[in-house]
T-cell receptor, first 115, second 111 residues
Framework: EPEVTQTPSHQVTQMGQEVILRCVPI?????FYWYRQILGQKVEFLVS????????KSEIFDDQFSVERPDGSNFTLKIRSTKLEDSAMYFC?????????????FGDGTRLSIL | GNSVTQMEGPVTLSEEAFLTINCTYT??????LFWYVQYPGEGLQLLLK?????DKGSNKGFEATYRKETTSFHLEKGSVQVSDSAVYFC??????????FGTGTSLTVIP
């Protein structure tokens, strides 16, 4: 079964540094998403992306965050100047239709630790 | 607004016991409802879904029925196995764009 793959599985970064989290969505999917889960808290929506544009973003997704689809297969989340509170598990997801009756398919996540 | 409330965990059951994990929701409009499962060290995997009132989603012996009148989507399984030990997340989406998740319920099944 096709999978969403995320790299790296664990990223350790110094506070203030930039970090890029990478995702390869399922190949025929057109809708892409990032979520994060701070330890012990809910999985929270960050951003959705379709047709090379952000279609929706949450309050969490402020100016330090950006997303990009640099080529036909990768989807990246960049955090420009990391803060301690950015430490979390980050999940990438993709969907073929973006409609409410279809699930989003999630990767295994990248655990981001900010020191 | 949109939100999901799940029963607090952790839940510990003996093998072959009956499982219920409660989930209630608040939503604008008519959302689709999902259960995802997260096994240790892995991502969120779709377990089942229901897209309209009175639909029953089912998979691997798990079931959940979309109850609009009680705004609930409780997860049930008649006989759990050790391999069902995982964290279970209830989720909804009104439009397909943003998913809203519950806090997750950790299940441990002991032999």
């Amino acid at each position: 079964e096709p999978e969403v793959t995320q790299t790296p599985s664990h990223q350790v970064t110094q506070m203030g540094q930039e970090v890029i989290l990478r995702c390869v969505p399922i190949s025929n999917h057109l809708y892409f998403y990032w979520y994060r889960q701070i330890l012990g808290q809910k999985v929270e929506f960050l951003v959705s992306f379709y047709n090379n544009e952000i279609s929706e973003k949450s309050e969490i997704f402020d100016d330090q965050f950006s997303v990009e689809r640099p080529d036909g297969s990768n989807f990246t989340l960049k955090i420009r100047s990391t803060k301690l509170e950015d430490s979390a598990m980050y999940f990438c997801a993709s969907s073929d239709s973006g409609t409410a009756n279809q699930p989003q398919h999630f990767g295994d996540g990248t655990r981001l630790s900010i020191l | 607004g949109n939100s999901v409330t799940q029963m607090e965990g952790p839940v510990t059951l003996s093998e072959e016991a009956f499982l219920t994990i409660n989930c209630t929701y608040t939503a604008t409009g008519y959302p689709s409802l999902f259960w995802y499962v997260q096994y240790p060290g892995e991502g969120l995997q779709l377990l089942l879904k229901a897209t309209k009132a009175d639909d029953k989603g089912s998979n691997k012996g798990f079931e959940a029925t979309y109850r609009k009148e009680t705004t609930s989507f409780h997860l049930e399984k008649g006989s759990v196995q050790v391999s069902d030990s995982a964290v279970y997340f209830c989720a909804l989406t009104p439009t397909g764009n943003q998913f809203y998740f519950g806090t997750g319920t950790s299940l441990t099944v002991i032999p």
